[in-house]
């Protein structure tokens, strides 16, 4: 009877769910409020949600009748302007300049030899038109695709996007599968409200990358290294995330010809996607800049910056407290899932900048792993939309305390509970009832 009741509650929040974040559609007030407070509200009942769904089962039937509802409240978000960040327009007017034969990489939006390709849209929604693309040439192709479908309409992009989330869901259950783990923990990826307004909303681009970095790891739990590998680095690709767990998997091999694949096969395919570019553009130029300067929402960051009040001798810091941190969890005897996603996490918790979308990707080893911390950060990373509502109304983007407090510390709190834990993630194998890793 308890199991039923836990099961009739977390439909009901998985409803609500739903109905909180189409109200985007239906609610006569202005988009930024209804984005903030639908994503706030959403977040919140994620949380229960997530405790409820511990302790019910759902039958294959059940969870594909959830799935199905989810992607078409997604599909419903396919021709929505984005609310809560621009970034998309940045990636159509990149494909447009390849569509007319022109290297993303040479030029600036506002570069008066480009006027014969403005218009009323672009490249006037375009974040930082005084900087070039700092997007790396395989996304570059993608906003090639998403140009040619659908011009410089949002629905081409956001089309690719959920082609990519359903690839991942797909992976996520066949993962979870293979470690024998019950399937339902999809609904951690699929029903994060931050995965629906991230993605299906504002349309970010590495909602195509957390889909990769979801086929490398299926394809490593699966035996076939070399596929996963492949899929590694070209995840890194969309975002270097991925490069985190090149030191777990070269720990865990024990061959020397194993663990220097592990290490150049990634980077190999990563370099490849550059090469029609390096001779004429320098990829990286904007790039560096933007990590140079740009913070936002990061805890740590933030409290060494108020006493050393420069941005990179606090970053030194910082990189130098993860490596601190990072080498104590590779060296572990943790399980290897377990080592991806502390140092995910911990990557995050030190840097300068964490958008909510950066967080898609802990999303992912949430719904592997299940650790409170991950469901946690992905629910209340969405009070940071309180910096999106006060710079559309007043033009000040700005951290604000009280949100990285409420933020950060039960995270923080959840995050030593979790690593000084037994390792509770028993990695079933399938060769006589192992999985080899």
């Not at 195509?208 to 492949?230: D, E, P, Q, R, V």
């Not at 898609?360 to 409170?372: A, E, M, P």
């Amino acid at each position: 009877m308890l199991m039923k009741n836990y099961k009739f509650l977390t439909l009901i929040f998985s409803i609500l769910i739903i109905i909180t974040v189409l109200l985007i559609h239906f609610l006569n007030i202005e988009a930024v409020k209804i984005y903030t407070f639908t994503y706030i509200i959403s977040s919140l009942i994620f949380l229960i949600f997530s405790f409820c769904l511990q302790k019910t089962k759902f039958s294959t039937r059940e969870l594909f009748l959830i799935i199905s509802i989810v992607f078409l409240a997604k599909l419903s978000f396919l021709n929505t302007p984005p609310i809560g960040s621009e970034d998309v327009y940045r990636y159509i007017w990149d494909g447009k300049l390849q569509a007319n034969g022109i290297n993303p990489y040479q030029y600036i939006p506002n570069d008066p030899g480009l006027n014969h390709l403005h218009s009323e849209l672009l490249p006037a929604k375009v974040n930082f038109p005084d900087l070039k693309t700092i997007y790396f040439p395989f996304s570059e192709w993608f906003f090639y695709i998403a140009y040619k479908i659908s011009g410089e309409a949002v629905w081409g992009f956001k089309l690719i996007l959920l082609l990519f989330e359903i690839l991942t869901i797909l992976f996520i259950y066949l993962l979870l599968q293979k470690l024998g783990k019950e399937t339902k923990y999809i609904l951690l990826y699929l029903l994060c409200p931050l995965t629906i307004f991230q993605f299906s909303i504002d349309a970010h681009l590495d909602g195509l990358g957390i889909t990769l970095l979801a086929a490398a790891l299926y394809f490593y739990f699966s035996n076939k290294k070399f596929i996963s590998l492949i899929f590694l680095g070209i995840s890194l690709s969309i975002k270097p995330i991925g490069i985190l767990f090149l030191p777990v998997l070269f720990i865990e091999r024990k061959k020397v010809f194993e663990k220097i694949s592990i290490i150049v096969l990634p980077l190999l395919v990563f370099g490849i996607q550059f090469i029609p570019y390096i001779f004429t553009s320098n990829p990286f130029e904007a790039l560096f800049v933007y990590t140079a300067n740009w913070s936002f929402n990061g805890f740590i960051f933030k409290l060494f910056y108020i006493f050393i009040q420069n941005n990179q001798t606090t970053r030194l810091i910082c990189s130098l407290l993860l490596i601190v941190v990072l080498i104590p969890i590779y060296l572990s005897k943790k399980e290897i899932l377990s080592k991806f996603y502390f140092a995910t996490l911990l990557l995050f918790i030190f840097s300068p900048v964490v958008h909510p979308w950066y967080i898609g990707w802990i999303v992912l080893l949430t719904s592997i792993t299940q650790f409170k911390s991950g469901i946690m950060f992905a629910a209340l990373s969405s009070l940071t939309s309180v910096t999106i509502y006060y710079y559309v109304i007043d033009g000040n983007w700005s951290d604000y305390w009280p949100v990285l407090i409420l933020e950060y510390l039960p995270v923080m709190f959840f995050i030593i509970i979790e690593i000084f834990s037994k390792d509770k993630l028993a990695v079933q194998t399938f060769n006589n009832g192992k999985i080899e890793v």
